[in-house]
């Protein structure tokens, strides 16, 4: 069993950075594929980045170059770094893990969900 809490989501303006963090709770984390979702009003939940058990990585194309995810298993602790916020990033963040380490796009493949943090960037 794991348990997911975002944190560090906020009001940021546009070109603003802003860091998210997920604490986990439980040994599944380090040998599961986490991710970070994103869902905005009346859009479906979307894969943003992705890190794999051993830090392979995957990006949205509308965040390559802009955010960076990255993951401390000492910690247990997941995180997204968001340079260069454009309007267009405002949604709520969701991290999410997997049981297996395996990336994918799809919601229904992830296990484990944290109660998300909202992430508004003013333009």
């Known amino acids: 069993q794991v348990q997911l809490v975002e944190s560090g989501g906020g009001l940021v303006q546009a070109g603003g950075s802003l860091r998210v963090s997920c604490a986990a709770s439980?040994?599944?984390?380090?040998?599961?594929?986490v991710g970070w979702f994103r869902q905005a009003p009346g859009k479906e939940r979307e894969l943003v980045a992705a890190?794999?058990?051993?830090?392979?990585?995957y990006y949205a194309d509308s965040v390559k170059g802009r955010f960076t995810i990255s993951r401390d298993n000492a910690k247990n602790t997941l995180y997204l770094q968001m340079n260069t916020l454009k309007a267009e990033d405002t949604a709520v963040y969701y991290c999410?893990?997997?049981?297996?380490?395996?990336?994918?796009?799809?919601?229904?493949?992830?296990?484990?969900w944290g109660q998300g943090t909202q992430v508004t960037v003013s333009s």
């Open positions: 890190i794999s058990r051993g830090g392979s990585t």
């Open positions: 439980g040994r599944t984390f380090r040998s599961s594929a």
């Open positions: 999410a893990a997997s049981k297996l380490n395996t990336i994918s796009g799809y919601p229904d493949d992830y296990d484990y």
